[in-house]
T-cell receptor, first 109, second 112 residues
Framework: GQNIDQPTEMTATEGAIVQINCTYQTSGFNGLFWYQQHAGEAPTFLSY??LDGLEEKGRFSSFLSRSKGYSYLLLKELQMKDSASYLC??????????WGAGTKLIIKP | NAGVMQNPRHLVRRRGQEARLRCSPMKGHSHVYWYRQLPEEGLKFMVY????????ESGMPKERFSAEFPKEGPSILRIQQVVRGDSAAYFC??????????FGPGTRLTVL
């Protein structure tokens, strides 16, 4: 079966760094997406990885290891506005997104 | 280029009534996806459509729910004889082929 696993909730301190992990099992693999979703709002696209390695985009970076079926989202210099759910999603061989349940990130002052 | 549009943003129905949710994809996007999200829970895939075709409806309940994406006009998610358990946020997303999905603002359905 297809499955995306990520922690349910994480807590971090303003100004710190946090890493949100995601492991995936998909039928075929065409890439890994990260989305951010603030409470009551729609998900918004953060990153897409299809090759191994780290992709950096400002304060956010995303890493992929295809051999390990593993990705992480790294958030630096955390701000209060980063409090949100972070959704990991794998694109399978049919180019359909398989979604994780999301990681709720709580930022404390 | 307008983003994905959904209407209504909020919909209140009494048990037994019908709910119709509309989604207009971004210009140039031929793929539409519908998701349901309960409070404090993740996105649950419902159905994936291309123009005039249902590609994958594996996440759609077998009864009372239907979806269409006609040649002209928005995609429609229809829920017949709504029950309290249908209360949720329903998100529509669109994409070009094999690419990231862009989400609409969602329709929040409340069943009284």
């Amino acid at each position: 079966g297809q499955n995306i696993d990520q922690p349910t909730e994480m807590t971090a301190t303003e100004g710190a760094i946090v890493q949100i992990n995601c492991t995936y099992q998909t039928s075929g693999f065409n890439g890994l997406f990260w989305y951010q979703q603030h409470a009551g709002e729609a998900p918004t696209f953060l990153s897409y990885n299809v090759l191994d390695g780290l992709e950096e985009k400002g304060r956010f970076s995303s890493f992929l290891s295809r051999s390990k079926g593993y990705s992480y989202l790294l958030l630096k210099e955390l701000q209060m506005k980063d409090s949100a759910s972070y959704l990991c999603a794998g694109l399978d061989s049919n180019y359909q997104l398989i979604w994780g349940a999301g990681t709720k990130l709580i930022i404390k002052p | 280029n307008a983003g994905v549009m959904q209407n209504p943003r909020h919909l209140v129905r009494r048990r037994g009534q019908e709910a119709r949710l509309r989604c207009s994809p971004m210009k140039g996007h031929s793929h539409v996806y519908w998701y349901r999200q309960l409070p404090e829970e993740g996105l649950k895939f419902m159905v994936y459509l291309q123009k005039e075709n249902i590609i994958d409806e594996s996440g759609m309940p077998k009864e009372r729910f239907s979806a269409e994406f006609p040649k002209e006009g928005p995609s429609i998610l229809r829920i017949q004889q709504v029950v309290r358990g249908d209360s949720a946020a329903y998100f529509c997303a669109s994409s070009p082929p094999y690419n990231e999905q862009f989400f609409g603002p969602g329709t929040r359905l409340t069943v009284l």
